[in-house]
């Protein structure tokens, strides 16, 4: 039996962000940060993929972490960065807990449609509310760290620092909570409800707390891309936001806390570079590489690594 | 009583419009399960191809009553040089995929799209403001309305009772439904589902074209134009019942008098309410209001 | 002695099809019971009713003294009921070590074992060893090792059985129901099967509900035989009682006759 190597990978990629960072410019480190922000969101709908489900709106916890986190600034002044992402991620674990009592009993498109109206629902509210800025948001107070306001210069890497810890904390519990029997019920869950039933588990129960959980890390991932950008706006609802996490998702596969990470952290160089090159071509460049992966790598980019690994 | 009347003529007029946008989704839908992201991409790139070549025609010195038909010849175009293209080039390939895996290959498909618009049409915005201007405006209760409108509640008729008639009473409607019903057996009695498959996908997405196509004179067309009209219109399905003609003309009607009152008496719900009630929709009866019971398969 | 599963009146109707009607039957402890009738005579319907996913429309069901009768199939498998199926319910995508493994999870995860902040390798309840362990020793006493590491989806039919019947014993079952488990093997195999299965349960000491088309299947392993008709138990008692009833004899083994037929016709080959 192998012994399990993705805790100690995960350590040794926090010590290499921690310790490059200072080297790293400006541009990459916000790149990288936001890449972990959306990780987290991806790594929360890893669990629901493995249950076979597939979101089209947790672009709403998202949301909710940002908003969370920008109005806890706003309104009572709050700027501790690790208060504001795990307000976010409470509020958002809240809502989805009530939410999950009835998406819970959905499964395939009709998961996908529910999930999708009730982050247009936000969406909706958001655009139309003009002491939140309306359409165009506003701006989070720059956020400290223990209360300590870093240099400028230091700004993004302290961000990067805690979002690294962070995502590392994330990634881990993850992990462990995986291979538990209740984690671990999720393939079966995907692959046949009725034999789960009659091993006396409760499916339902299983998607519920696996929906809280993918929220949770959903609304952490939008604390930090609220803190990260400084600025919040209703498109972090929107069914383009939703996809472009599936998006990831889907190009990372579900074999590793870690793939999330990477697959954000590709989607984000993708995203830049294509960008840069062509401002025009970047999309198709995305819709290729999507197509490309579900046709050649149903399992996603991880499969990559695994089938290095194994030869 | 003059905003009731206006609130209905609104509602009616939003209504026709989300139908013909959404039919072609619902329609894909039934004969194909697929969800079709595409559909957006479609609806764009009808209004782009009406209005570049509605546009070049007036300024060739067409007469400007026949752009209504050159509207319908652009989204005719559009249909059947993408929709095969897509059906048969990609899709018939994914057809063994699950429900969601296709969705998401439409939406790979639909980025792509995004992008093949902006390297035709480049980004910047198409105005044609003739068709919509030419048929001058019309009264009702001292409020007056372009005749225009009137034109898109007759193209929603034309296509709602159109398919209507195609599904009930032709040969190869019935047949059709026969491939709704199931494919495996219809294929077995000998009927070219292939053909349908293309015929249905290219009828759809030529739905979306002149949804978009005659959309194109009332606003300026943009990049991103598609991209509402594709969460609009999966409400609009989704209220009805996914595959269901009915359900997408009564979806449409719902969303559009709903839609148009809140825009007169609480325009801060305007979109609010058109998602409040598709979750609603799904939490009550998920398979829509006109759905049929699905039979147990255990 | 004891009952240890009571089923009293129990009506079950799918609009015009009657598919249980007034069905009373008191199971004994450690007893093993066959279950026999033409397809559609109500046992499938039978074990759907105790196992919960059924809800008679009336009469009530007690284990242990205790009413069943609204539970959902989880709780009813929780507390010692367990049932195979006709059709193997295996997860397809898995092999037979992961299936075993993910139903020795369950077990452990409704015991409140090896949770989120256990350490180490934490012994399934009621077997006393890691999971690992007890899904290799579980699929030895099946006969399934040398399709240990098999996708459940490419395994043979018959083996496909013993897996689905092998998932059950995850959860140290008290009452076994057993839906057809010889239905798809060969005549000669099925006494290979049962006297297998019987081995493995009767180690573990359940009670056997079980149902087969093969009469001399049920004379040899049954200790008691339920007959069923029309939605109705027609006779109860010793395999040899039963078997030898007229109206059994007129409306559930006259439909089995072709089967014992081919059976003798085998053996004289």
Request: aromatic share 10%.
């Amino acid at each position: 039996m192998t012994s399990d190597r993705t805790p100690r990978i995960l350590g040794a990629i926090l010590v290499v962000l921690l310790a490059a960072g200072p080297f790293v410019p400006q541009w990459a480190i916000f790149l990288i940060t936001i890449a972990l922000a959306k990780g987290l969101v991806v790594l929360g709908l890893l669990i629901l993929l493995r249950c076979g489900l597939v979101s089209f709106g947790q672009a709403l916890y998202y949301c909710i972490g940002a908003y969370t986190a920008g109005m806890l600034g706003r309104l009572f002044e709050v700027d501790g960065v690790l208060t504001l992402m795990l307000a976010g991620m409470v509020v958002a674990a809240v809502t989805a807990y009530v939410l999950g009592f009835l998406l819970a009993r959905y499964r395939g498109i009709f998961f996908g449609l529910l999930s999708l109206a009730v982050s247009m629902i936000l969406y909706g509210l958001l655009v139309k509310s003009e002491t939140l800025g309306s359409s165009d948001g506003f701006n989070v107070l720059p956020s400290t760290l223990f209360g300590i306001r870093p240099a400028d210069e230091w700004v993004r890497y302290a961000v990067l620092v805690v979002a690294s810890v962070v995502a590392f904390v994330a990634a881990l519990l993850v992990h462990r909570y995986l291979k538990t029997p209740l984690g671990s019920l999720a393939p079966a869950i995907k692959d046949n409800e009725i034999r789960v039933e009659y091993m006396g588990a409760s499916a339902r129960y299983a998607i519920h707390v696996n929906y809280v959980i993918a929220a949770a890390l959903a609304g952490l991932g939008g604390g930090l891309a609220a803190t990260t950008v400084g600025h919040i706006d209703p498109e972090m609802a929107y069914w383009t936001t939703s996809g472009e996490f599936i998006f990831i998702t889907i190009l990372a596969g579900t074999g590793s806390v870690i793939a999330p990470f990477l697959g954000a952290l590709i989607f984000g160089i993708i995203q830049t570079v294509a960008f840069d090159i062509s401002p025009n071509t970047w999309q198709m460049v995305l819709g290729g590489a999507l197509l490309a992966v579900i046709v050649f790598l149903p399992t996603g980019l991880w499969s990559l690594f695994r089938r290095r690994r194994a030869t | 009583m003059q905003e009731l009347v206006a609130v209905v003529i609104d509602g009616i007029i939003y209504s026709a419009w989300l139908f013909i946008a959404a039919v072609g989704l619902t329609l894909i839908y039934g004969v194909m399960k697929i969800i079709n992201v595409t559909h957006g991409s479609f609806y764009a790139l009808g209004a782009y191809a009406a209005a570049s070549i509605t546009g070049a025609l007036l300024a060739h010195g067409m007469p400007p009553m026949l752009s209504y038909a050159v509207l319908l010849g652009s989204a005719l175009l559009v249909a059947i040089v993408v929709g095969p293209l897509i059906e048969r080039g990609i899709l018939r390939f994914m057809y063994v995929k699950d429900e969601v895996v296709i969705l998401l290959i439409t939406y790979a498909l639909f980025l792509i799209l995004e992008d093949v618009i902006k390297l035709i049409w480049g980004v910047d915005p198409y105005y044609i403001s003739e068709p919509y201007g030419l048929l001058g405006s019309f009264d009702v209760a001292d409020l007056t309305y372009p005749t225009y409108n009137l034109i898109l509640v007759g193209v929603a008729i034309v296509c709602g009772a159109g398919l209507a008639w195609t599904l009930t009473k032709t040969r190869t409607g019935k047949l059709l439904v026969a491939v709704i019903h199931d494919t495996e057996v219809s294929r077995a009695m000998g009927i070219n589902v292939d053909r349908f498959y293309v015929v249905t996908f290219t009828f759809g997405s030529l739905l979306a074209a002149i949804g978009g196509a005659f959309t194109a004179p009332t606003v300026s067309v943009v990049p991103g134009l598609g991209v509402e009209v594709i969460v609009l219109s999966f409400a609009v399905v989704v209220i009805g019942g996914l595959g269901s003609l009915p359900g997408a003309a009564l979806g449409a009607v719902i969303v559009g008098l709903v839609r148009s009152a809140t825009i007169h008496y609480l325009p801060q719900a305007e979109l609010f309410v058109i998602y409040f009630v598709m979750a609603m929709v799904l939490a009550f009866r998920p398979r829509g209001l006109f759905s049929i019971a699905e039979a147990r398969k255990i | 002695m004891a009952a240890i599963l009571d089923a009293k009146g129990l009506n079950k109707s799918f609009g015009a099809v009657t598919a249980a009607s007034d069905i009373n039957a008191a199971i004994e402890q450690d007893s093993v019971v066959g279950l026999i009738g033409t397809n559609g005579a109500g046992k499938t319907t039978f074990i759907n009713m105790i196992t919960g996913y059924l809800k008679p429309d009336r009469g009530r069901i007690h284990y242990e003294g205790r009413d069943i009768t609204d539970l959902a199939p989880r709780d009813i498998t929780r507390i010692g009921i367990c049932r195979s199926f006709q059709i193997p319910q295996l997860y397809s995508s898995l092999t037979a070590y992961e299936n075993m493994l993910m139903g020795l999870g369950v077990v452990m995860r409704n015991a409140g074992v090896g949770g989120f902040f256990s350490r180490g390798r934490p012994n399934v309840p009621g077997h006393g060893r890691p999971a690992e362990e007890v899904a290799d020793a579980i699929l030895e006493r099946f006969g399934l090792v040398e399709y240990r590491d098999k996708n459940a989806q490419v395994l043979p039919g018959g083996v496909r059985k013993l897996l689905d019947i092998a998932l059950t014993m995850a959860a140290k079952p008290k009452i076994l129901l057993l839906d057809e488990p010889t239905s798809g093997v060969s005549a000669e195999e099925k006494f290979v099967i049962m006297e297998m299965i019987m081995k493995a349960v009767r180690a573990e000491g359940a009670t056997v509900l079980f149902v087969e088309h093969d009469m001399e299947v049920v004379s040899r392993f049954a200790q008691r035989v339920l007959a069923f008709y029309d939605g109705r138990i027609i006779a109860d008692g010793s395999p040899d009682t039963v078997l030898s009833d007229r109206e059994v004899k007129r409306f559930v083994v006259g439909g089995e006759l072709h089967r014992l037929d081919e059976k003798q016709g085998a053996a004289n080959a």
